[in-house]
């Protein structure tokens, strides 16, 4: 689902965004990041309603080597929780409607035309 609507806003947007998967070379990886020329969000989709340290690894290597990304989890759960290394995480439905906003605010937290 997150798929589908994240591609969905890239191929009707107006900005240059593309959609890919990360892994360094040890194997560790993100399932999710969107890069723009203006934008860097790294996601970690988890079917699960609470969130355990184990499940940043790869955001927090991912926020390691591009610092100014944004980094979120979005899962299961009720509560948006502010994590360690500036990393979000917040529920799953909620995470999908603020999609397009964090697509179209820049990495510096200025709205894109």
């Not at 070379?25 to 340290?53: M, R, W």
């Not at 990304?69 to 529920?91: D, Q």
């Not at 605010?105 to 894109?112: A, M, Q, R, S, V």
Request: with cysteine; net charge positive.
């Amino acid at each position: 689902m997150f798929f589908q609507s994240a591609l969905a806003l890239i191929a009707y947007g107006k900005h240059d965004h593309k959609l890919y998967y990360w892994r360094t070379a040890s194997g560790v990886e993100v399932d999710f990041v969107i890069y723009g020329k203006n934008t860097l969000c790294a996601f970690e989709i988890k079917h699960t309603q609470t969130i355990q340290p184990s499940m940043l690894i790869g955001l927090k290597h991912f926020k390691e080597d591009y610092a100014m990304a944004k980094c979120f989890v979005l899962y299961l759960g009720s509560k948006t929780l502010y994590l360690s290394n500036e990393i979000i995480a917040m529920p799953f439905v909620e995470g999908l409607k603020k999609l397009k906003e964090w697509l179209t605010t820049n990495i510096f937290g200025d709205k894109l035309d």
